[in-house]
């Protein structure tokens, strides 16, 4: 049977074909968990900036190093054991991978807000790191066991509008309740520790909800080798496809994208509010604002790469993805202004670029990972987008404090355009879906 022809043993549900023993409750719950995973992963870093002026009075000069440690930490840990909860839900399964991942999100938001010192406070995210370790990588890998591979693409761009939504919901509710907690009385460094702790609460109802949600998760068995060789055959199989091999450089690109625009952008906005005479927590709602514009953008675009996904070669469309995440970023290092109009159009093309890279690689990840060995693979694909991380966060708080503001997007736009060079030779050579390069023409 064709790839690319529909297994009518499986769930149809609307253009969106489903693997056998799936049910509309486990589709659900994938989308579910979609948008709490990534709202709850992006709003430590998004509110990082109060954390260090209103609960530990760090000096601003300092905030964009520190955010830099901060993050380090955090993807050392992602990168040391991501790979390994990966290939661990191919033995235990994703259900209890996954919920594991949100109680550790849930005591690390509950423990963050308490540090009384910089030592703390990286002890605290190296807790929380664990999380992000796991939850994430565990909902990327639920969603490929999901789909079949015809509708591969739009499955990738639903479940990224789900993230985008939660996205949404923390720029726009989550980051708004230091402010609501400080209406109401509180101080404001007890606001920041509400707020904090709140969100611990919806990691835990998350998790309730994913238990029962994926109860009779049917996963792919195969024979599984040694957890440690799973990780090595994930790497192997990315040198052995240069088209996975893209896709691995993708995940490093795409995930420190995504963690730039949450961490730099509202560092910038909250230290250029603070300038302009505005509180805290009055610069974290406008830096919610622009965070909500760039996600919104990217919500509206990614049915539109989807569907280019599905209809054009996967390695084409993330070479196209690419140019645009090129321009997005790099159009931001024109900005001086973050609260000006100018600043509407770059963060909109900003969203554009993000989601395009991650809907274009997600989908071809999932076409190039062979099934029985899906979940090491992914968990490589998330390594390397640790890996990302680590270089955004570290390399950007630098650029950050040293050369400017803007200075972090306009590195990652740089590298962008670096992946967009090996991505297009890699297509011009010829290979094919499966890593075979096309046979020269005769005569």
Not at 261 to 278: A, N, P, R
Request: aromatic residues 12%; hydrophobic residues 55%.
């Amino acid at each position: 049977m064709s790839r690319l022809a529909p297994d009518p043993a499986g769930l149809k549900l609307g253009p969106f074909w489903f693997v056998p023993g799936l049910t509309r409750g486990n589709v659900a719950t994938v989308l579910v968990a979609a948008f709490c995973t990534m709202a709850v992963n992006t709003f430590m870093s998004f509110t990082q900036p109060y954390v260090l002026t209103e609960i530990l009075n760090v000096p601003q000069a300092r905030q964009g190093v520190l955010t830099g440690y901060l993050g380090s930490i955090q993807e050392v840990i992602v990168i040391a054991v991501m790979g390994f909860f990966g290939a661990w839900s191919d033995r235990v399964g994703r259900r209890l991978v996954f919920v594991v991942g949100l109680l550790l999100f849930a005591f690390g938001y509950f423990i963050y807000p308490l540090a009384s010192s910089e030592t703390q406070l990286m002890i605290f995210r190296a807790i929380f790191a664990l999380g992000s370790a796991s939850a994430p990588i565990l909902l990327s890998i639920t969603i490929h066991d999901s789909c079949q591979e015809l509708s591969r693409g739009k499955w990738v761009a639903l479940n990224s509008i789900a993230t985008g939504m939660g996205v949404l919901f923390m720029a726009l509710v989550l980051a708004k309740t230091p402010a609501w907690f400080s209406s109401l009385g509180a101080d404001p460094a007890m606001a920041g520790r509400f707020a904090f702790w709140s969100t611990s609460g919806i990691c835990v109802l998350a998790a309730v909800f994913i238990w029962f949600g994926m109860k009779n998760w049917v996963v792919p068995r195969f024979p599984q080798p040694h957890i440690f060789r799973q990780v090595g055959d994930g790497f192997r199989s990315g040198l052995k496809n240069p088209r996975l091999a893209i896709a691995f450089g993708a995940a490093f690109v795409g995930r420190g994208d995504l963690v730039i625009v949450s961490t730099f952008l509202s560092l910038w906005v909250v230290q250029f509010g603070t300038d302009q005479g505005l509180s805290t927590g009055q610069g974290l709602a406008r830096a919610g604002m622009l965070f909500g514009i760039v996600q919104g953008t990217a919500l509206l675009w990614a049915a539109v790469m989807g569907a280019i996904s599905d209809r054009f070669d996967r390695l084409s469309a993330l070479c196209v993805s690419l140019i645009i995440a090129t321009a997005g970023y790099c159009g931001i290092g024109l900005i001086e202004d973050p609260l000006a109009r100018s600043m509407i159009p770059a963060a909109m093309l900003l969203g554009i670029g993000e989601i395009s890279v991650l809907i274009a690689a997600g989908a071809l990840l999932g076409q190039e990972a062979q099934e029985e060995k899906r979940g090491a693979v992914v968990g490589v694909f998330g390594l390397l987008g640790g890996t990302g991380i680590l270089f955004a966060v570290f390399f950007g708080g630098i650029v950050f404090d040293a050369i400017g503001r803007t200075a972090p997007f306009v590195m990652m736009g740089c590298l962008n355009f670096l992946l967009f060079i090996a991505a297009l030779v890699v297509r011009l050579r010829g290979y094919q879906p499966g890593g075979q390069q096309e046979a020269p023409a005769k005569g």
